[in-house]
């Protein structure tokens, strides 16, 4: 997470601070100094989302997020996602095959072929945003 704020001449002190504050957003502050080999599979989801938002990107891209992950840890992984579009305002699209994930959007557009067949806008859902 440090290299992306390095890129982009983040000081020294505010990237660390950042990189902290995202470990912790993200549940993981408490594997700040630990080795990839040494995350699950969920643990390594929530370090790519930090990455993905350490530098406060407008957009977030995520294809596939809670691929290879069981349903609690797919769970979080899209909770934190939803946070982040609900409280910072950023947008989150999320290309999945997992209907699970369906609660979690505001938007649903259908692909088949390569070519848009329709699309839903779910009435309500828990982590809908609020207009």
Known sequence: MRLAL???SEQRRRAKAKSRQVL???GLAHKATAFPRDLSGGEQQRVAIARAIVAEPSAIL???PTAALDG????AIMTI???IAREH???VLVVTHDTRLLEFANRILY???GALTHEERP???VYRLRA
């Open 123 to 125: 009435a309500a859902n």
């Open 81 to 83: 996602l939803a946070s």
């Open 6 to 8: 390095d890129v982009r």
């Open 89 to 91: 305002g950023r947008a």
């Open 24 to 26: 912790e957003r993200v």
């Open 72 to 75: 609690a840890n797919g769970q």
């Open 111 to 113: 692909i088949e072929d």
């Open 62 to 64: 995520a294809d596939e």
